[in-house]
């Protein structure tokens, strides 16, 4: 799998993040890069929409947002406990 867009395609990748698992430490750990992970207005291939769980800044909007979509993010979403802190490094 490619760490970014540069070295090949990375699948566009909503995640609703919450308070139980870790979705978003996992693709960091197997090699995606911290630039990849932005808001859904961002460049990065996965995008951040907030369910009581981590956010990349006030920016990032909740998860109702993909409820209903055509803008082509549907289907389940993840949750973690894993959060991105103002060093911007993820702990958990």
Do not use: H
Not at 32 to 37: C, P, Q
């Amino acid at each position: 799998m490619p760490r970014n867009r540069t070295e090949g395609d990375i699948p566009l990748t909503a995640i609703a993040t919450g308070n139980v698992d870790k979705l978003q430490c996992l693709l960091r750990k197997i090699g995606i890069d911290d630039a990849e992970f932005t808001n859904p207005d961002g460049m990065g291939r996965i995008r951040f929409y907030n369910s009581n769980g981590s956010k990349i800044d006030a920016n990032t909007p909740l998860a109702d947002v993909l409820k209903g979509t055509t803008a082509g993010v549907k289907g389940a979403s993840y949750r973690s406990r894993c959060s991105w802190n103002t060093r911007k490094r993820w702990t958990m």
